[in-house]
């Protein structure tokens, strides 16, 4: 049985938009590798406007102290911890998106292995079952090989990340926002 399916919202794709669209990952999205890499892409647009979203949320901050709003701490340590924690958020919903996806892929796999087990001497039956295996198994290396697309993906934007918050530091008491620091340093 795959791993529960993810209901995630596409803060990414809508950002800044108040009305995010939810995304529905299911196991047609993970065969359909167009579409799996389509919605990853679509993740990855935060990642890729790192610099513009430091600039616009830096300015937020400054219009929120021209206001009178002003938040606890300097302008620029506000605005990069608000982008920390939205590029930790996005992190953590493509990593969960990836990892279903490589469950219902690997499992598919399995079936599609032992269904070439059952074919018995039919060598017809058991041609188009590998054939179908071997397509199962393109896909499944399409599919992890996005890990490592998040690998490079997260480390570019946590450099570009640093290059402009560079006495930035996630607090202690956000586990998960220091395990994804320290995992990147």
Known sequence: MPPKQPELGSLAIQAPSLTPKTVHVSPSTCHDISVFKDLMNQYRKLD???NMRLNRTTAQYRDRERSGLAGKGDIQEQACAHVWRELVANWSRRKEIVH???G????????KRQSLQDTGDDASAQRRAKAILYAEEVKRNQVHNELT???IVRKRAFDAFRSRCRYFEPP???????KWWDGIQ
């Not at 202690?172 to 220091?178: H, I, L, N, P, Y």
Request: charged share 40%.
């Open 48 to 50: 890729d406007s790192i």
């Open 100 to 102: 279903y996806c490589v």
């Open 104 to 111: 219902v892929i690997d499992q598919s796999l399995d079936e």
């Open 149 to 151: 697309v998040e690998d």
């Open 172 to 178: 202690m008491s956000d586990v998960e926002a220091r």
